[in-house]
C-alpha cells in the first residue's frame, strides 16, 4: 500500500510547472482585485493565502479530472466503506483521499474566517467534494463513490485541526 500512495504522489509532480504557471496567475489576479478594492476603499484580499487556496483549488482540478481520459470511467458507489475493503491499491486511494483535502481544510481555515466553524468547514469541503464527485460522473472521468465524499470530508477537518493547532501556538508565541 505504501509503494501505491508514494508513486501517486510522485504522479502528482507532474503537474508543478503548470501550478506555478497558474499560482504565478492567481497572484496577478489577486493584485488587480487589489488595486480595484482599494480605489473602492475596500479592504485588500490577503494576497499570499489567497493565491495559495486558489492554486489549490485549480490542483484539485488538474489531480480529479486532468489525470483522466473522459468517457474512461463510469458508474457509482454508495456503500460506505467498499473502497477500503477491496485491496491495497484502493486502501492507497483513501488515504489519498483524505491528504487530497487536508490542505483545504488549512487554507480555507486560512483565508475563510467562516471556515474556522467546524461545522461550515465540514459542509463546505463535503460540498466541495460532492461537487468534484458529480463533475467525474457526468463526464465519465472518475466514478461518484461516497467514500470519496467522506474520506475527503475528514480531510477537510484533519486540515481545520491543523489549522487551529497551528493559530494556537502562533497566538501562544505572540503572548510570551
Not at 24 to 47: S, Y
Not at 67 to 75: A, D, L, P, Y
Not at 100 to 121: D, E
Not at 148 to 160: E, K, Q, R, S, Y
Request: proline share 3%; net charge positive.
Amino acid at each position: 500500500m505504501l509503494a501505491y500512495l508514494i508513486k501517486d504522489m510522485l504522479d502528482t509532480l507532474r503537474y508543478l510547472p503548470d501550478l506555478v504557471v497558474a499560482a504565478f496567475a492567481v497572484m496577478l489576479v489577486v493584485l488587480v482585485v487589489n488595486v480595484v478594492r482599494r480605489i473602492r476603499g475596500k479592504e485588500p484580499l490577503p494576497p499570499i493565502s489567497s493565491t495559495f487556496f486558489c492554486t489549490y483549488v485549480i490542483a484539485i482540478l488538474f489531480i480529479t479530472f486532468l489525470s483522466r481520459e473522459s468517457g474512461t470511467r463510469q458508474g457509482f458507489d454508495l456503500e460506505i466503506g467498499s473502497t477500503w475493503a477491496i485491496n491495497d491499491r484502493n486502501k492507497a486511494y483513501v488515504i489519498e483521499n483524505v491528504l487530497l483535502f487536508v490542505p483545504f481544510g488549512f487554507l480555507a481555515a486560512l483565508r475563510i474566517p467562516a471556515m474556522r466553524n467546524f461545522f461550515t468547514s465540514i459542509v463546505w469541503g463535503i460540498l466541495f467534494s460532492w461537487g468534484i464527485e458529480c463533475m467525474q460522473l457526468i463526464t465519465q472521468r472518475g466514478y461518484f463513490q461516497l467514500d470519496d465524499i467522506l474520506t475527503n470530508g475528514l480531510g477537510t477537518v484533519i486540515g481545520l485541526i491543523l489549522y487551529t493547532l497551528a493559530h494556537g501556538i502562533l497566538k501562544k508565541k505572540e503572548v510570551s
